[in-house]
């Protein structure tokens, strides 16, 4: 079966850092579109950054310049470099898999990210 497999939240500070990754299996990772989304609390669901299969990359205007999405293909493997981290960055991030062509999409179970002093 398809698993999404978040690691690498935890608590950080105002202005610190994480890598957070996910890995894929149980499906063709290179050719999904890859994804980061969050939750913060009393909000709903949104995009953070997305990677296609051929590396072409989107940001969310609030995330720009701050996070980085990568993926390594042969690791199924997608990550989420955060840096000068903002207490409203502060959510449960999800991984997420698309693949467009069927409307096949995927998510994983998320992993907190804290920002507090």
């Known amino acids: 079966q398809v698993q999404l497999v978040e690691s690498g939240g935890g608590l950080v500070q105002p202005g610190g850092s994480l890598r957070l990754s996910c890995v894929a299996s149980?499906?063709?990772?290179?050719?999904?579109?890859m994804g980061w989304y969050r939750r913060a609390p009393g909000k709903e669901r949104e995009l953070v950054a997305t990677i296609s299969g051929g590396g072409s990359r989107n940001y969310a205007d609030p995330v720009k310049g701050r996070f980085t999405i990568s993926r390594d293909n042969a690791k199924k493997t997608v990550y989420l470099e955060i840096s000068n981290l903002k207490p409203e960055d502060a959510a449960v991030y999800y991984c997420n898999a698309q693949f467009s062509r069927t409307a096949t999409t995927y998510w994983g179970q998320g992993t907190q990210v804290t920002v507090s002093s």
């Open positions: 149980g499906i063709t990772f290179s050719i999904y579109t």
